[in-house]
């Protein structure tokens, strides 16, 4: 029954709005247009895939002619024909890296780029198979730099370290073995310690200073560390213990006089010490009498700052006696 109040109505009764209810609805119709979500790792892929793989002869042919002309034209081919290898060694280390997977192709092609200025193609290698050490060196680098907080595996031997235990652990693993640091060490070539001090940065969390020590605490671990930082009272000693120093060392230069003093200012306390052949030009005696004037003058230092001084052994600016 359609409503008579309005003559241009054609709303259905409630009952025919039911039965229309029943009705099949397609879910597609009511989808939200929404563009699929970018991933810019398969977006890389495809856009190398288009360049071409060069041919042994091809490579190198190019690499010869870079290396006379260092045309940039020449390098731009060596290097995205190279691209997919990049990829390639970069999934070796993908389980060292479980962050941003791109992170690792960019180091690669950094290490890419430094093979082509490097590579000599009389050598009799292969260009690709030169580049590949260049490619693992700056991934292996990268994660190692950024592996925790603070920086691991700062030298070449450590970097090596690093990329080899994981792998011969699982190897003893596999075999039966236990990966004992022990057994690590004699398989490696290396030290005991070494491998210890290895797997401690590899397979231990870094704490932040600033974390909580509980859930339940405002206090953090920074709160418990050691200040090392002079007080203002052993700022304010080591202050007083300098200037007595200083006011002795003149006292004591007043007694000094002709070969004795010069010796004294211009070796023993100057800022920038003159040799034992200076002095013995100077002084126009041999090296030796200079050295035993010195020794002369330091013993009659000792003896002076222990009568002024008697605890000058327990200040921390005491001079380093000769005996």
């Given at each position: 029954?359609?409503?008579?109040?309005?003559?241009?109505?054609?709303?259905?009764?409630?009952?025919?709005?039911?039965?229309?209810?029943?009705?099949?609805?397609?879910?597609?119709?009511?989808?939200?247009?929404?563009?699929?979500?970018?991933?810019?790792?398969?977006?890389?892929?495809?856009?190398?895939?288009?360049?071409?793989?060069?041919?042994?002869?091809?490579?190198?042919?190019?690499?010869?002619?870079?290396?006379?002309?260092?045309?940039?034209?020449?390098?731009?081919?060596?290097?995205?024909?190279?691209?997919?290898?990049?990829?390639?060694?970069?999934?070796?280390?993908?389980?060292?890296?479980?962050?941003?997977?791109?992170?690792?192709?960019?180091?690669?092609?950094?290490?890419?780029?430094?093979?082509?200025?490097?590579?000599?193609?009389?050598?009799?290698?292969?260009?690709?198979?030169?580049?590949?050490f260049w490619i693992k060196a700056y991934i292996l680098k990268y994660i190692m730099d950024n592996w925790k907080l603070v920086?691991?595996?700062?030298?070449?031997?450590?970097?090596?370290?690093?990329?080899?235990?994981?792998?011969?652990?699982?190897?003893?693993?596999?075999?039966?073995?236990?990966?004992?640091p022990a057994e690590i060490a004699k398989r490696l070539g290396v030290k005991e310690?070494?491998?210890?001090?290895?797997?401690?940065?590899?397979?231990?969390?870094?704490?932040?200073?600033?974390?909580?020590?509980?859930?339940?605490?405002?206090?953090?671990?920074?709160?418990?560390?050691?200040?090392?930082?002079?007080?203002?009272?052993?700022?304010?000693?080591?202050?007083?213990?300098?200037?007595?120093?200083?006011?002795?060392?003149?006292?004591?230069?007043?007694?000094?006089?002709?070969?004795?003093?010069?010796?004294?200012?211009?070796?023993?306390?100057?800022?920038?010490?003159?040799?034992?052949?200076?002095?013995?030009?100077?002084?126009?005696?041999?090296?030796?009498?200079?050295?035993?004037?010195?020794?002369?003058?330091?013993?009659?230092?000792?003896?002076?700052?222990?009568?002024?001084?008697?605890?000058?052994?327990?200040?921390?600016?005491?001079?380093?006696?000769?005996?």
């Amino acid at each position: 029954m359609k409503n008579p109040n309005n003559k241009n109505s054609a709303l259905p009764e409630f009952s025919e709005i039911e039965e229309l209810s029943y009705l099949p609805v397609n879910a597609e119709n009511f989808k939200e247009k929404v563009p699929a979500k970018f991933d810019p790792l398969q977006k890389y892929l495809q856009e190398i895939s288009k360049y071409p793989v060069l041919s042994r002869e091809e490579e190198e042919a190019i690499a010869k002619a870079y290396y006379k002309t260092k045309d940039p034209r020449l390098a731009y081919k060596l290097v995205v024909s190279n691209l997919r290898l990049v990829v390639k060694i970069a999934l070796e280390f993908q389980k060292f890296w479980t962050h941003n997977f791109l992170d690792l192709i960019q180091e690669g092609n950094l290490g890419l780029l430094q093979a082509v200025k490097k590579f000599d193609p009389y050598k009799g290698v292969k260009f690709s198979y030169y580049a590949s050490f260049w490619i693992k060196a700056y991934i292996l680098k990268y994660i190692m730099d950024n592996w925790k907080l603070v920086k691991m595996g700062t030298t070449q031997a450590q970097r090596k370290l690093f990329y080899r235990l994981r792998k011969e652990k699982e190897k003893l693993s596999a075999l039966g073995f236990e990966p004992t640091p022990a057994e690590i060490a004699k398989r490696l070539g290396v030290k005991e310690k070494e491998v210890e001090e290895m797997e401690q940065r590899m397979f231990t969390q870094d704490l932040s200073l600033e974390a909580p020590i509980s859930h339940d605490s405002e206090d953090t671990l920074a709160n418990f560390l050691k200040d090392n930082r002079p007080t203002p009272e052993d700022s304010y000693a080591r202050e007083e213990i300098l200037n007595n120093f200083k006011r002795l060392l003149k006292e004591f230069a007043q007694t000094l006089t002709g070969k004795d003093y010069v010796i004294f200012h211009e070796r023993l306390i100057a800022e920038n010490p003159k040799t034992l052949h200076e002095l013995s030009q100077k002084l126009g005696i041999s090296k030796e009498r200079v050295r035993q004037i010195e020794e002369k003058i330091i013993k009659k230092l000792k003896k002076f700052l222990e009568e002024k001084l008697p605890d000058a052994y327990y200040y921390p600016l005491a001079l380093p006696y000769k005996d």
